[in-house]
């Protein structure tokens, strides 16, 4: 028979349940029977109850200029504001740190988006709501970050607009290099956008402000219950 | 001449610089003025701060068998304990994940610690107290990521254990495994381990229990005002 103590008598030991490490190195440093409890890892739920929230994972995944990383910003602000504990990745910290060894090739940028979702699980295990900023373009890849973390705590949101808006902004001018062909594989110019099927959360940026956006995105947290107050 | 605005009155403007992001898409989507300030991103003091807490890396080095998985089980533990937030990189949570296209070739081995420090500045950014536990053989590759965290934010923690200690223990067999010559490449038998020559702390786990080792963490810890009360 196999008995189990609940080290938290008030908590469900079925919270508990496979996130109770058990060290291979627990014994040899046990010297005194009373310390042992603390040996036990701190589990995913219990970082994410002191913080009084439900970690998440945003993922924002829409064109180059489609806002991603504004209304990532913008969510973020709104998130802190209300004392919530996050965490931004987005091309600014991902790509000139991380992933700075990968390039823009097929099996390169696939390998960016798996290291990006494998850090957000990181993080949501730490008990945070991730917000990810990259046009992920393909279903595949977001589909592996999903099968990562538990249910509901993958949250895709399709940021929509049109392409011909996203290269009437053209803020960083990249898409007048696509079609003049100097970038190669540029996401809706010659290299597919596969829009979300099922998105949690659509946002059309064309005709609301980031700033709604990001609401709308709040308004979704709260009814998951991500956000507790 | 240039006039800096501070956000946030209560708080000196030096803390903030370097961290305000001016998002390229910002002004794509902000149609009306008000909202303007919501754009701005979370600085890395904003989310510590929320936190009550400085964050930092606490970078537990040594060898195998050494105790490095049990010392930070049980120091994330007392952090918890202490209202902290906090996060643990170690090999059940990242070898299998985030790095599990890599194998122990030398090159391999280099771009794990440099991912894994990549992750630890990226929670560290979030706010957290990050505590890892790998071999970590070689200071070039421990300094590589020290480079990258501010001063006073990595603490490198050598678990001093005899490697005859640590072979005594062989709690994974590892060690009968090298002798026999079946793993090549094993810290300590036929591959270096670099100790560290100013390491932050040291803790001699063949004389004090882990709890012990831990809590000499947490006084470091507090002495830096990492942990404020």
Known sequence: ?????????????????????????????RRSANVQWQHTAVSREERAHIKHQKPCVVWLTGLSGAGKSTIANCLERKLH???????????????HGLNRDLGF????????????????????????IVITAFISPFRA???????????????????????????R???????????????????GISSPYEVPLYPEITVETASVTADECAE????YLRGLETIYS
Chains 1, 2 share one sequence.
């Open 1 to 29: 028979m196999n008995i189990r103590v609940n080290p938290w008598p008030n908590r469900p030991l079925f919270l508990l349940e496979g996130t109770l490490r058990v060290n291979d190195h627990t014994n040899d440093l």
């Open 105 to 128: 090739t097929e099996a390169d940028r696939v390998e960016n988006i798996r290291r990006i979702g494998e850090v957000a699980k990181l993080m949501a295990d730490a008990g945070l």
């Open 141 to 167: 890849d977001r589909d592996l970050v999903r099968s990562l973390l538990p249910p509901e705590e993958f949250i895709e949101v399709y940021i929509n607009t049109p392409l011909e808006e996203c290269e």
């Open 169 to 187: 902004r053209d803020t960083k001018g990249l898409y007048m290099k696509a079609r003049a062909g100097e970038i190669p594989h540029f996401t």
């Open 81 to 95: 504001a209300l004392g919530r504990h996050t965490a931004v990745l987005d091309g600014d910290n991902v790509r």
């Open 216 to 219: 709308k995105i709040v308004r």
